[in-house]
């Protein structure tokens, strides 16, 4: 039985590093490269979807970080997630997009491409 529940619980996803309100703006300024960030819910079965779709759709070098909106809920008041799942584009730690795509690998990469290739959103 307790295999089956760890199978199914995704809010412990080791590829995605789990973020809250202390612990967001320090860590995604210390990462370099692409960061993508996924506020998501447990209770949102396509939240968990994307969650294991995400390892192995991001781009290789790409960081993962996972927001539990239930946990930090004044994060995602702050950033105006109002739909879940929402999945955010950082470059060498700072904003710069808001990804609306499937989670495969060829639409993905695709949608960071296009971001990266406009100006960077200011931040919610």
Do not use: W
């Amino acid at each position: 039985m307790r295999r089956i529940a760890q199978k199914h619980d995704f809010t412990q996803n080791p590829a995605m590093q789990l973020l809250d309100e202390s612990t967001y703006h320090r860590q995604l300024m210390q990462t370099r490269g692409p960061a993508l960030v996924l506020f998501s819910s447990q209770a949102c079965g396509t939240c968990r979807q994307v969650e294991r779709l995400l390892p192995s759709s991001a781009p290789e070098g790409a960081t993962l970080f996972k927001v539990d909106v239930q946990v930090a809920s004044a994060l995602a008041r702050a950033f105006e997630v109002f739909h879940l799942p929402t999945l955010l584009l950082y470059l060498d730690g700072h904003y710069h997009a808001c990804l609306n795509c499937e989670v495969t690998p060829t639409a993905l990469h695709a949608a960071i491409e296009q971001a990266v290739n406009q100006p960077a959103e200011e931040e919610p």
